[in-house]
């Protein structure tokens, strides 16, 4: 066989080999942020309930905690809901959320329905906290440390196997100084 007649069969398996470690090997939820190891971006929105109140990145320093990025019209969020309920009740890692892009009334009205596992809610109307913080679409959980590091970022549904596997043990090692 010549070289001609091979080329066609390398550039065939050559796609092949990509195309197996695309689908076997990636991690979708685990999109790369430039902002993994540095500080929370400094923000400073109003808080769902009381909008004179202001929720400002400085209220999550202190102790690990989890910042949710959320919205009611996010199919996935309300599949999510149920986890963060739980993460709350059992395991009391402090969650603060942004809802992302939502109507006030409609956010207060779904976490009264469906109760509330966030320790404060910050109003971002307009995205731009989520800009900051380079979102690419709702949910996304990130993990903040005491010191107001951004240590980890969940792209998509939270789930019990993804906490229990991943988020979690990153929460520990930080709750011990790690």
């Not at 959320?70 to 942004?98: D, F, G, N």
């Amino acid at each position: 066989m010549t070289l001609k007649k091979l080329i066609p069969f390398i550039i065939l398996f050559a796609l092949i080999g990509l195309l197996y470690r695309a689908l076997f090997y990636s991690k979708p939820n685990e999109l790369p942020s430039a902002l993994l190891g540095e500080s929370l971006p400094a923000f400073h929105l109003p808080n769902l309930y009381e909008s004179q109140r202001v929720f400002s990145s400085k209220e999550m320093q202190g102790h690990v905690s989890l910042l949710n990025i959320w919205a009611t019209w996010c199919y996935a969020c309300r599949l999510e809901h149920p986890t963060l309920m739980k993460i709350k009740e059992k395991y009391h890692v402090p969650i603060y959320s942004i809802v992302y892009k939502d109507d006030v009334d409609d956010a207060k009205m779904w976490l009264n329905k469906q109760g509330n596992p966030y320790s404060i809610v910050g109003n971002d109307s307009n995205g731009d906290v989520a800009i900051d913080l380079g979102v690419y679409g709702t949910p996304e959980t990130y993990i903040i440390s005491p010191k107001g590091t951004i240590l980890y970022r969940h792209v998509g549904m939270l789930n019990q196997k993804t906490w229990e596997e991943v988020l979690y043990p990153i929460v520990r090692k930080y709750e011990k100084g790690g």
